[in-house]
């Protein structure tokens, strides 16, 4: 077998044998180009695209730049490119010009100097955080302004249009993609000459969303990389395009230049083309066979067919990124990818003269290459112009618009959003159309291309000699559904040879003036890179009235196809998707597939023919779409209304009604305005603002470019996966347990051994034969952990272990015989000696098992044992945890629990007073398990009062109490939310309701009751590096393990328990993480752990990567939650309106709000119960809990407050920390109990919100005398503001101040009058807020009036109230909603360790204990350090450059003790240490180095290090160790956190969200957000603005598209059942946010003065996790806006019916995140379009006469 040569970067390669059918990126890996990252492995990211060059078009002149097509190296097989140039990310051609030599970073930014131009501007624009998804968006970047570089120097007109992959690809260019086309001319032509005058960017909007839509990042939230690319403008096309190549293929790359092959690999190329059929022997016995004719394939297929071999069909090789079940090893590949007769774009018979014609698309035409030749000027157009002149006529668009440029460019707008751009640059026409029929694939080709009329031409493989080889063509729905009974062959029967689409000539019967109009458009989770949840297509020929013998009025319908796509369950549609979904019982990283029905709506279509283009008549033939799509098996309401709005939108648009203008007038404007769909969303720009640096602390405080920025961008920044092994290393992969709740009873590991490359296996069984360790001090879980089977609990050591009656963590591999607790529970690691062949073999290897399900069927005798729930069991588990059993039963399967309600009822709770002993207790729901959480004031009481039943009994895990008598009855009030007729927002049951009760002043009731219920989601980390470890078994034993971690202490104590050593034996070290987001902190155990058990029984280095899907199986994520809230709000007395009536104009002032905005209410009370979804163990979910009771009191003044957190168990894989855990859950129930009380009480959301802040009282003399508290003041509650203080206000005799918890501190001391100015002065800044749950804040740094202040006035977001009614008034399809919130987030302290060494040159090196994971902590403590030991220099001298300082990697060797990276405060606290040692070290200087340079004024930092060497010694000592932490840094609070042994801080923001949705289809896009944060004054303020944007990014992933769910659908089917395992385990479902998702606007404000000011370099606050919290914003923007919808439809409703009153405008619908389309849809009423449209007709109709009347009357 001969090796395959392909030339990356210039450099001409080898891949082996072995490696020619493996991934293009485990192949890079192997050599020095390691740039590519393998985030998904499933075309989901980009983080592995690189570009092919190809040669430039033909015809473009000497010296012409080559094209750049990017691909997903993880999905191109390395044969797909053999002899192909390539450029990853390190090989960027660097900058050539002056201009851009000036723009270059400086040296600090890493990495070589001379760096390409994109990789200048993304290190220059803060652009990278982790780095992960870099070196991708480079090449992403690279190639799109390349290309278009390119066309601008031959003087195209549009930049974007010919941005990327417009190539056919490979060695048969044709002409027609980009070249001849009349943009040949070459070089630096005029046109480019005046281009380059203009500032203009490269890439025009659309080219720039296209260019980043196939790359995800998880960090930035985008706007950093979507502002470099802009930057790089038509200035920068020399260094983009680079200098002509002589002879248009360079053998070497001069700078700047971009690479070909050489002229040997071109002629060897070309020697293998010649051959009608080039074979290639690929790895593993694989044969590849090239056909380079239509014969030569359709001969190849024939003997193929006709043999037993196993083969099949490739062409892009897109699909195995989405069915990854596929085979991996058919004997035979037979590629089309190379045959030219499967790649023509050609007209057929387009003579004109209107006898039609058709575009003939080959079957191996690309998804790019197709959408580019129908709009770019060399492609369709200049055939028809062509074909015209031939033929006389025809062939272009019609009069009035529609007609082919329509069609070609509503196709190709639509091909460009379908997955990524470097999935369409290869994925093929006829690769789709085979997954769509053969596989359910949600195919937006069919949808398309169905519509425009198209048939498929295929040739018929068999081995029937007679049969095969035969030419049918079939209409396209028939061949993607109609199988055998169509004609059309079973799968692998046939070859797409191409697609044939009449061209959508103008109608011409008659006169000739008919018109063909085309409209399509697709819905997704996402904008971009998403499947479509429904699509649809809508073609119209329209013929003129008189032309139809009807008059002169609208025109009429002569033929219509209407086309839709729609997603379906899974078993319905012939069970396709079903079918694969079996693979999921074996295994659960596989991928669940939805199903897929595609078809006319051909009521529709009659109901169409020969009715008017005019309003009423389309909706009356809309009317028959609901029941057509009700009759689709298997299809959801909420899709169904979408595919519905869709065809109502393709209606109106295609009959030319879409620009019809809104009028005001509610209800009536949807008669006049036409549905249409949303535009393209802009991507995101914004402004950017932050205090001014500081020259006296340089750098700190200067958006110092991020250390190893520009390695990161060019893929040169090593992570965990890069680290490289020694030969002989063994490749892990975990085998999993498929089936929550089964027993495995057998493991059976015999065939995977079998396979090439595999070594060994290792499971529970191996470590307790192998390795000698202590019990696990906590017990054993479920019986299933062995002696030294276990991790967790050495993280306890540090936690868990002090708090008794802590439950047990989970094994590192379940033992046979034990019981899966979720689905991916780790069995075992196969060991092999590739990736490739570890995770082959693992998936062989047979786990058998007995479920609940088969145990109750095998024996009646075992019925009663096993039909137990796993919740039951969990409870019997932690009980045993508890010491109330000695013994545990053997495991029975279970049922798996998946879900709150089903753990709450069986009180499977886990013991969270054990877990956070500091909490008060709550409840006592059952023997052990408690709730806990905090109460303030006397909530009972108030709930007495006021008639209410505690939250807990709604949850429904107290008994009902009977309503208290509550000096009155209690009475219904304003109906509720759901049960309005306009549809509710979600499932989650969320029954809210609001009741009057008590007697108060004037005999109205005194209380107001506000109950609902609530959900807030899980959300899954994915951070962009997959969990990853390397061990390595040292001399002594010991091990050293190399982890993407966030703390090597974590993986150095979870190794040392998993193999019994003592902690010296085992060095953990990290250098950087992809991102971590909690997601490292402790879940990276496991995997440590694992890999270095597998070392020591091994005895060799082992890796276990995980790949994306076993990472997202494994992970848990947040805890989801379930709230139930009664809220209680207390009628003001007259006295104390009166009292507060100045208070509050104040605050209504502020806000330009009407003053008696929040009405004569206050909230008097709140009462939650949470339950919280824990996974199957505890991990650190419970962290989710302390977070919520944290954060659910955000800044409101609610005297009297409970929040009592059960965390269930259930068996889901253990939740843990993720960015923001628990706060963000506890802001979204607040702040959704805020909206809901003020949709009860009629008044905006904004001005309840600010009527309930805390406010700062004015200092009275008692406190103004009053001595500054103490730093470490005590905490506790506030003094409680209960109902005798509101009976007494209530009986109108006035208390004062009412908000009582907003106390100033007490004092006894009478002031002098002297004293008293001062000491007012003082208490104004002392005075202390104390916060519901006894946390406080010192009124000096309470900025929350301030930030809100801000965003309403200066950011314009009470004006833009007044615009969005206007709007929404005025627009009756598309809605808008606004929201503002505030959050705070308590943020803890720990302390870190630094030690700090400086060296003889100077040099400074720095070990800090913090894991540098994106969050810029290395960068930050450089500048720290390096503005510390400036104070050691003359100030003419200072500062140190950045140069100087050197973070070293993590080590447990080096610096242990420091705990976890986590928290947000890891880069304060490890500045904080850094600052300590440096000051050691500037006092060391001073003594010992200034004296000896005191004859000179200045002297550089250098000459200062020098003049200490004199010898070894002590003396010379320049080495400083510290501990820093809570001491160190600002407002310290030492008591007042909810961790009373850990000082709390507020970081306080705020933030306003506008977003608009399509009423008619859910889609929805945020316009803009403002956020403002008081974050002191910033170490490295651009490394917070990207903190603080990619967090609140990263939140409106959790609020919009971020889904995680559990199999209860799956092939078990079964009630409850299923695998339980995670169905959004891949990018194919799960949605973070893309580029196009961001707000088109996001503006960014840190607040420039902020009090917070240490006098040091340090006083800044946490930023990391804070921000995500303010997305809550958006989600309540959207529940506004479908509210909105809401009430215009029952508005027109009402006006039909000819009611005069405005029908529940209030009513308040929770819209439950993620907001998904479905749910946003949902939320928008249940009308259909259909009946929207009626009603709003019969109410334009009623109002209309209602007018005549009025006029007749005057
Ligand atoms: C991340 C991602 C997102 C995607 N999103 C979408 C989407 O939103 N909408 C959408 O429509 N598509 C989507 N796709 C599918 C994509 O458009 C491709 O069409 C698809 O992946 C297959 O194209 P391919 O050329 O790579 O085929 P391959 O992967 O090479 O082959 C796919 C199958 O088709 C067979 N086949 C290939 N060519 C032929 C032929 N000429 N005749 C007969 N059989 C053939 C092969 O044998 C194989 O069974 C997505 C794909 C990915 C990876
Ligand atoms: S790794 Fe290739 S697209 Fe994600
Ligand atoms: S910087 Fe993009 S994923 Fe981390």
Redesign the pocket.
């Known amino acids: 077998m001969a090796s395959l040569t392909l030339f990356v970067n210039g450099e001409e390669l080898h891949a082996p044998p072995e490696m020619s059918n493996a991934p293009l990126a485990a192949f890079l890996k192997t050599t020095r180009f390691k740039s590519v990252k393998v985030a998904c492995g499933?075309?989901?990211c980009g983080a592995c695209a690189v570009a092919l060059v190809e040669p430039p078009a033909e015809g473009s002149g000497a010296g012409a730049a080559p094209h750049l097509r990017t691909i997903?190296a993880c999905?191109s097989p390395v044969y797909s490119v053999r002899g192909k140039s390539i450029l990853t990310a390190e090989g960027l051609p660097a900058a050539a010009t002056a201009a851009a030599a000036a723009a270059a970073t400086p040296a600090t930014a890493g990495g070589a100097a001379a760096s390409s131009v994109v990789v200048e501007r993304l290190a220059s624009h803060h652009a990278s955080q982790c780095g992960y998804c870099t070196p991708g968006f480079a090449v992403a970047c690279h190639a799109a302004l390349h290309n278009a570089a390119t066309a601008a120097a031959k003087g195209c007109s549009s930049s974007s249009s010919s941005s990327n992959g417009s190539s056919n690809g490979g060695r048969h260019h044709d002409a027609h993609h980009h070249g001849g086309n009349g943009c040949s001319s070459n070089g630096n032509s005029a046109a480019a000459a005046a281009a380059a005058a203009t500032a203009e960017p490269l890439l025009d909007g659309a080219g720039l969303r296209r260019a980043l839509d196939g790359n995800l990042c998880r960090c930035t939230g985008y706007r950093p990389i979507v502002s470099a690319c802009r930057s790089v403008g038509v200035a920068d096309i020399e260094d983009l395009a680079g200098p002509p190549q002589p002879g248009g293929a360079a053998a070497t790359a001069a700078a700047g230049a971009l690479l070909l092959p050489s002229r040997a690999a071109a002629a060897a190329a070309a020697t293998a083309a010649a051959d009608e059929v080039e074979e290639v022997q690929l790895g593993g016995n694989q044969v590849l066979k090239v056909p380079r004719s239509l014969a030569a394939l359709v001969g190849e297929a024939g003997w193929l067919a006709a043999s037993a071999t196993p083969w099949?069909?490739?062409?892009?090789?897109?699909?195995?990124?989405?069915?990854k079940d596929?085979p991996l090893a058919e004997a035979v590949l037979l590629?089309?990818?190379e045959v030219p007769e499967?790649r023509r774009l050609e007209v057929m018979n387009g003579g004109g003269g209107g006898g039609g014609g058709s575009l003939v698309v080959g079957?191996?035409v690309?998804?790019e290459a197709l959408a580019a030749h129908l709009v770019e000027a060399g492609g369709l157009k200049k055939q028809l112009a062509a074909a015209a002149a031939v033929g006389g006529g025809g062939g272009g668009g019609g009069g009035g618009g529609g007609g082919v440029e329509e069609w070609a460019a509503e196709t190709a707008a639509h091909l460009r959003?379908?997955?990524?751009a470097h999935?369409?640059n290869?994925?093929?026409?006829?690769?789709?159309?085979?997954?769509?029929a053969?596989?359910a694939?949600?195919?937006?080709?069919?949808?398309l291309l169905a519509a425009a009329g198209a048939e498929v031409e295929?040739v018929v493989v068999s081995a029937d000699a007679d049969a095969h080889g035969a030419s049918r063509r079939l209409p396209l729905l028939d061949f993607v559904n109609g199988g055998a009974a169509a004609g059309k062959p079973a799968?692998?029967g046939?070859?797409?040879?191409a697609v044939h689409v009449p061209l959508p000539l103008p109608y011409t019967n008659n006169d000739g003036n008919g018109v063909v109009r085309f409209w399509s458009n697709?819905i997704?989770e996402r904008y971009s890179?998403?499947?479509?949840v429904a699509?649809a297509a809508v073609l119209l020929r329209l013929q003129p009235a008189a032309a139809a013998g009807g008059g002169s009025g609208d025109a009429v319908v002569a033929e219509a196809c209407v086309v839709v796509g729609v997603r379906i369950d899974a078993a319905a549609g012939g069970g396709v998707a079903a079918a694969r979904n079996a693979a999921k019982e074996q295994d659960p990283t596989a991928v669940l597939l939805y199903g897929w029905d595609v078809r006319r709506l051909t009521d529709v279509e009659a109901a169409l023919a020969g009715a008017p283009a005019a309003p009423a008549a389309l909706a009356a033939a809309l009317a028959a779409a609901p029941p057509a799509l009700a009759a689709i098996d298997g299809l959801d309401g909420a899709t169904a209304a979408i595919a519905e709005g869709l065809v109502a939108q393709g209606l109106f648009a295609a009959a030319g009604l879409a620009a019809a203008a809104a009028t005001a007038d509610g209800g009536a404007t949807a008669a006049a305005a036409a549905p249409s769909r949303l535009p393209p969303p802009e991507l995101v720009s914004g402004r950017q603002s932050y205090p001014a640096p500081l020259p006296e602390v340089a750098p700190v405080t200067e958006p110092t470019v991020k250390l190893g920025a520009k390695l990161q961008a060019t893929g040169t920044a090593q992570y965990t996966e890069d680290v490289p092994v020694h030969k002989g290393a063994l490749y892990a992969a975990y085998v999993m347990g498929a089936q929550a709740g089964a027993v495995l009873e057998a493991i059976d590991a015999s065939a995977a051994l079998a396979l090439p490359g595999a070594v060994r296996f290792i499971g529970a069984a191996d470590m307790e034969a192998a390795v000698a360790a202590p019990a696990p001090a906590n017990g054993t879980a479920n019986g299933n952990n062995g002696a030294a089977n276990g991790y967790g609990y050495a993280f306890a050591n540090r936690f868990e272990a002090l708090r008794p009656g802590a439950p047990p963590p989970e094994p590192i591999f379940l033992p046979a015989g034990g019981r899966v607790e979720y689905a991916g529970q780790p069995v075992g690691l196969v060991l092999a000696d590739s990736a490739f062949a570890a995770h082959r073999a693992a998936k062989a290897v047979k786990l058998t098992y007995r479920t609940a399900a088969s145990a109750a069927d095998a024996s009646t005798t075992t019925t009663t044992t096993t039909t137990t729930t796993a919740a039951a069991s969990a409870t019997t588990a932690t009980a045993a945890a508890d010491g109330a059993a000695a013994a545990e039963p053997a495991p029975q399967p279970v049922t798996p629990v998946l879900d709150i309600d089903t753990a709450l009822a069986a009180r499977a709770l886990y013991p969270l007073a054990a877990l956070m002993p500091w909490l008060p207790a709550g409840k006592s729901l059952g023997p052990g398990p408690m709730t806990l959480g905090p109460s303030n004031g006397d909530v009972d009481a108030l709930l007495a009062a006021a008639g209410a039943p505690p939250a807990a009994a709604a949850a429904g895990v107290l008994p009902a109490a009977a309503p208290a008598n509550g000096n009155g009855s209690t009475s219904s009030c304003n109906g509720n939310g759901n049960g309005n007729g306009n549809g509710s927002s979600s499932s989650s049951g969320s029954g809210s309701s609001s009741q009057e009760a008590g007697a108060g002043a004037g005999g109205k009731a005194r209380y107001r009751v506000v109950r609902g219920r609530y959900s807030t989601p899980s959300q899954l980390h994915v951070y962009m590096e997959t969990q990853s470890a390397v061990a390595a078994p040292e001399e002594d034993g010991g091990v050293a393990v190399q982890s993407a971690c966030q703390g090597t202490d974590v993986i150095q104590s979870s190794v040392a328990t998993a193999l019994g050593l003592p902690l010296s034996k085992v060095t953990a070290r990290c250098r950087r993480v992809g991102g971590g987001f909690g997601g490292k902190a402790t879940l990276s155990r496991r995997v440590a752990a694992a890999a270095a058990v597998a070392a020591a029984i091994t005895g060799r280095q082992v890796r276990l990567h995980l790949p994306r899907n076993a990472d997202m199986v494994l992970n848990g994520g947040r805890a989801d939650c379930r709230v139930d809230y009664v809220a209680v709000l207390e009628r003001r007395g007259a006295a104390q309106q009166e009292a507060e009536a100045a208070e509050q104009q104040q605050a209504i002032r502020q806000m330009a709000l009407p003053q008696d905005a929040v009405g004569g209410w206050r909230l008097a009370g709140l009462d939650l119960f949470v339950a919280a979804l824990g996974g199957a163990f505890p991990d650190i979910a419970w962290l989710d809990g302390m977070g919520l009771v944290s954060a659910v009191d955000s800044l409101y003044d609610i005297p009297n407050m409970r929040c009592e957190v059960a965390m269930v168990r259930a068996n889901v894989p253990p939740r843990t920390a993720v960015r923001g855990p628990g706060e963000v859950n506890g802001t979204m129930i607040i702040e959704q109990v805020m909206e809901h009380v003020a949709a009860e009480l009629g008044v905006s959301p904004e001005a309840f919100r600010a009527a309930t802040f805390f406010k700062v009282p004015p200092p009275t003399p008692a406190a103004a005398a009053k001595p500054a508290p103490a730093a470490n003041g005590g905490g506790g509650a506030a003094a409680p503001a209960g109902p005798s203080e509101a009976d007494a206000e209530a009986a109108g005799a006035g208390s004062g101040p009412a908000d009582a918890a907003a106390v100033a501190e007490a004092s006894t001391t009478q002031p002098t009058a002297a004293a008293a100015a001062t000491a007012t002065k003082v208490a104004e800044e002392e005075v202390v807020l104390k916060m519901p749950f006894g946390k406080k804040v010192p009124a000096k740094l309470y900025t929350l009036p301030r930030l809100w202040d801000k965003l309403m006035n200066e950011a314009g977001w009470a004006g833009l109230q007044a615009e969005v009614a206007a709007f929404n008034a005025g627009h009756a399809w598309t809605k808008r909603g606004l929201a503002a919130l505030p959050a705070r987030y308590g943020m803890q302290r720990g302390s870190k360790p630094a030690y700090v060494n400086i060296l003889p040159d100077g040099a400074v090196q720095v070990a800090c204990h913090g894991i540098e994971m994106g969050q810029g902590l290395f960068t930050k403590v450089a500048q720290v350090a390096a503005a510390t030991l400036s104070e050691a220099l003359p100030p003419a001298n200072r500062p140190v450059d950045l140069s100087y300082i050197k973070i070293c990697d993590n080590s447990s060797e080096l610096l242990p003790n420091g705990g976890v990276t986590g928290g947000s405060t890891s880069s304060e606290l490890a500045a904080a240490a850094v600052r300590l040692a440096c000051l050691q070290l500037v006092d060391i200087l001073k003594a010992k180095a200034v004296p000896k340079l005191k004859n000179k004024e200045e002297y550089s930092w250098k000459e200062l290090v020098a003049a200490t060497s004199g010898g070894w010694g002590p003396a010379n000592q320049l080495g400083a160790f510290a501990w820093g932490g809570q001491a160190d840094l600002p407002e310290a609070s030492p008591g007042a956190g909810h961790v009373p042994t850990q000082p709390e801080y507020s970081v306080i923001g705020v933030a306003g969200a506008l977003v608009e949705v399509d009423v008619l289809t859910g889609e929805r896009r945020v316009l803009r957000a403002d956020i403002m944060f008081d974050l002191g004054r910033p170490v490295n303020p651009a490394v917070d603005i990207g903190q603080v944007e990619g967090a609140f990014v990263m939140g409106m992933g959790m609020m919009m598209s971020e889904e995680a769910t559990y199999d209860s659908w799956g092939p078990q089917g079964a009630a409850g059942g299923g695998t339980g395992a995670l169905v959004q385990n891949s990018?194919?479902h799960y949605k973070p946010p893309a580029a196009a998702c961001v707000p088109a606007q996001l503006n960014v404000t840190l607040l420039d003065d902020s009090p917070l000011s240490q006098g040091g370099p340090i006083s800044s606050k946490a930023c990391g996790e804070p921000p995500l919290l303010l997305s809550t914003a958006v989600l309540m923007a959207l529940q506004r806006a479908t509210a909105a919808a809401r009430a215009d439809a029952a508005r027109a409703a009402a006006a039909a019916a000819g009611g005069q009153q405005e029908q529940q405008q209030g009513a308040f619908v929770p819209l439950i995140a993620p907001a998904t389309v479905q749910r946003v849809r949902t939320a928008c009423g249940a009308w259909t379009a259909a009946e929207r449209l009626q009603r709003a007709a019969a109410a334009a109709a009623a109002a209309a006469a209602a007018a005549a009347t009025a006029k007749a009357d005057k």
């Open positions: 499933e075309g989901g997903n999905l099949r069909l490739v062409a892009g090789n897109t699909g195995p990124g989405v069915y596929w590629t089309v990818a499967l079957g191996a690309t998804l959003r379908i997955a990524g999935v369409r290869v994925a093929t026409v006829g690769g789709n159309l085979a997954l769509a053969e596989a694939l949600p195919s937006d080709v069919a949808t295929f799968a692998g046939y070859i797409v040879t697709r997704a890179n998403a499947a479509a699509n990018t194919w």
